[in-house]
């Protein structure tokens, strides 16, 4: 029996896409692809760290592209993100059927498992990138700065870029996610990317004595015309909490009133 | 500005707002235009939702809630005794870019109780839309009320601004409105509905030609109906709703339970329940005729005149229609794919796209998601395992209900044991 290979890689999407190019180059039937950071605790495996080399991810993805249009592209992009334990092994899986097949943009096989799984992992981080764009919840800070924290489920970051880039083109804002450590600004011209060194120890919530003069007035505002809207004799809590489960109330100026 | 005083007011304008159910920010497509604020991508955002499960997606306000009208419906007649309150045109300017900068709204939903007349209120409406845009440079979305009998003339400046309109028709039939609201004309209503209609049209071709002309109402317009407030029938409700669909080109038509807010002999008494299950069952049906290729007259008509509570009215028409059954999910054509029960379009589509690759069996249907505990009886797969046994649609209806896990369970399960 032969031992089963492990690819490390160093956590970038471009890191992933070469894995790929070694699993087909060095033809490794069945890799498992994982985050270096993530341990590895399985007996009779070979272990090799895959470097990340531009020219090489770009030659998977430009044969990806080939075989495929911009949704599948969009959705396997959507289900990297995820970061679900072993959804490195199902895109593999997925880019493998992809490559085998004649170029078919018309079709997607729902049928075959891992382009299901795909489209549905997809679906999921694309729902929590649009509950995100929906419940972040800005705070003026002295200085202009508009400033949100988030810990989203999944690592959704870049792809909410566009849309807050596009609607708040006229004021500085940083949203940053706590979880993962490093946060989007946009200081009028263009988005960085930027990481705290140490964040632990920080307290994530943003101090009440950092607000500008009004932020605590409108947050008020809010939570009145949040409570006013509500009409008692229709209460529906399951339906409530459907729409907003519990785990993004700490975001929700209207969940906090002051 | 002084945030007591702000307070007091946005607590009565919004109170007396909510009871307008549209919250769609969705089909504007606003650009953002020279670094201003704010886009509208033509999706909507739900930025939060209230405890009764509705989205909050507008600010949504009167202006004022003092009103020259007495509509027996409404919290804002004139001879209900309750606070009022006015804003003034800045203020609701500055609430709406102080939400929309911290994310909390997609924009604005001005509606107005009317003083004075329909035009003075109309111009008051239109002259917040103007400021947000003009010298905010707002590219948010903005949603007003086209007020009954208001002018040409303001209808035609209003959808500059605004991208949608909407006039609530509130009472679905003609007969209702003379008896609720005596002070009011149907034509008022149609009037401007009928003006919008036209100038979307006449502006859309123009853009044709001349790509600068400026865009009307992108989002169209929308109108709303009180259901259960008088004793019209689902059939005539969704009767009118096509009516106003096709004839005014509406992309919506909303429909919301009636809250007994007032005691009055014409309408039902103080507590009783807002018709919550029938809402939804004509959201449903609404749905049916506008994605699913459905005509009215197959769902309600003179022998069926209104919609079944305890099933979904998709299940409802295949029971009285189970000659046309079971279908073969590897053939069918899409029309009838989506008549099946338990199959959305979202299933439709990726069982049309599947099926080009396999056969699809059981397990495919339901890794792709369909809710197979209405579908099985209806479809055939690739598999000889289907059902076979010939039901009356009334023991098929129990078999389903016995086994389904509807929210609204509760409200039948005393009717459900006669059948058992």
């Not at chain 1, 004021?171 to 989007?184: A, E, M, S």
């Not at chain 2, 189970?322 to 990726?350: C, E, T, W």
Request: include cysteine; glycine fraction near 4%; aromatic fraction near 12%.
């Amino acid at each position: 029996m032969n031992p089963q290979t492990i690819l490390l890689y160093d956590g970038t999407f471009d890191g992933f896409l070469c894995c790929v190019f070694i699993a087909y180059e060095q033809k490794i039937l069945d890799p498992i692809i994982r985050k270096e950071s993530q341990t590895n605790n399985q007996l009779f495996t070979i272990t090799e760290q895959v470097i990340t080399q531009k020219e090489k991810a770009e030659r998977v993805w430009a044969g990806f592209k080939e075989k495929t249009d911009p949704t599948e592209q969009k959705n396997f992009f959507k289900a990297f993100l995820s970061e679900i334990k072993g959804v490195e092994n199902t895109l593999l899986n997925y880019i493998r059927s992809v490559f085998v097949n004649q170029v078919n943009k018309k079709n997607i096989d729902f049928s075959n498992k891992d382009i299901l799984k795909i489209s549905q992992v997809a679906r999921m981080v694309g729902r929590e990138k649009h509950r995100i764009e929906a419940f972040v919840r800005f705070q003026l800070i002295k200085d202009d700065l508009y400033v949100a924290t988030i810990a989203p489920d999944f690592n959704v970051l870049p792809l909410i870029i566009h849309h807050f880039q596009d609607r708040y083109a006229d004021q500085k804002w940083l949203i940053f996610d706590i979880v993962r450590k490093y946060g989007i600004y946009y200081d009028l011209n263009s988005v960085e990317i930027i990481t705290f060194e140490d964040l632990t120890g920080i307290n994530t919530k943003i101090l009440k004595n950092s607000y500008s003069d009004q932020e605590t007035d409108f947050q008020k505002l809010w939570s009145i015309y949040y409570k006013n809207v509500n009409i008692k004799s229709r209460k529906n809590k399951k339906l409530h909490l459907q729409h907003l489960p519990k785990r993004y109330w700490k975001y929700l100026t209207e969940k906090n009133a002051i | 500005m002084s945030f007591d005083r702000i307070q007091e007011k946005l607590s009565i304008l919004a109170d007396a707002a909510k009871y307008d159910v549209s919250c769609a920010s969705s089909g504007g497509k606003r650009a953002n235009q020279n670094k201003g604020l704010g886009n509208n991508t033509g999706m909507g955002i739900c930025h939060s939702y209230t405890e009764d499960g509705r989205c909050v997606s507008l600010l949504k306000i009167l202006l004022t809630n003092h009103c020259i009208y007495d509509c027996a419906y409404c919290v804002t007649r004139k001879s209900n005794d309750i606070k009022r309150a006015a804003f003034k045109i800045q203020e609701v300017v500055d609430l709406t870019i102080n939400f929309y900068r911290r994310n909390y709204i997609e924009g604005l939903f001005l509606s107005s109780g009317i003083f004075k007349n329909a035009d003075y209120t109309m111009e008051r409406l239109i002259n917040v839309a103007k400021k947000l845009r003009l010298e905010e440079n707002f590219n948010g979305y903005i949603h007003l009320k086209s007020i009954p009998g208001a002018s040409d003339e303001l209808m035609r400046e209003a959808g500059l601004y605004a991208d949608r309109l909407s006039v609530n028709i509130e009472i679905p039939t003609v007969s209702g409105l003379k008896l609720l609201a005596p002070d009011k004309k149907h034509e008022d209503f149609i009037k401007p509905m009928e003006k919008v209609k036209n100038e979307i049209i006449q502006y859309k071709t123009e853009r044709k030609i001349i790509k600068s002309t400026p865009r009307y109402a992108p989002a169209g317009q929308s109108t709303q109906m009180i259901i259960g407030a008088t004793g019209e029938s689902d059939r005539d409700i969704m009767y009118s709703a096509t009516y106003y669909y096709k004839t005014f080109n509406m992309r919506r038509v909303y429909y919301s339970g009636y809250v007994p807010v007032l005691a009055d002999n014409r309408l039902p008494s103080l507590g009783t329940e807002v018709p919550i299950l029938r809402e939804n069952r004509l959201y449903q049906t609404d749905w049916l005729l506008r994605f699913y290729g459905f005509s009215i007259n197959e769902i309600l008509n003179d022998s069926h005149k209104n919609l079944d509570l305890d099933i979904d009215p998709k299940l409802g028409w295949a029971l009285r229609n189970m000659h046309l059954f079971p279908i073969d999910v590897n053939a069918a054509d899409k029309r009838m794919l989506a008549r099946v029960p338990g199959i959305g379009m979202q299933s439709v589509y990726k069982i049309m796209q599947a099926r080009k690759f396999r056969n699809l069996d059981w397990s495919h249907l339901k890794a792709i998601g369909i809710a197979l505990n209405r579908a099985q009886y209806f479809i055939t797969c690739n598999s000889k395992d289907f059902y076979k046994k010939e039901l009356s649609p009334i023991t098929l209806k129990s078999k389903i209900l016995k086994r389904s896990n509807s929210k609204y369970k509760k409200y039948f399960d005393n009717q459900l044991s006669l059948f058992s």
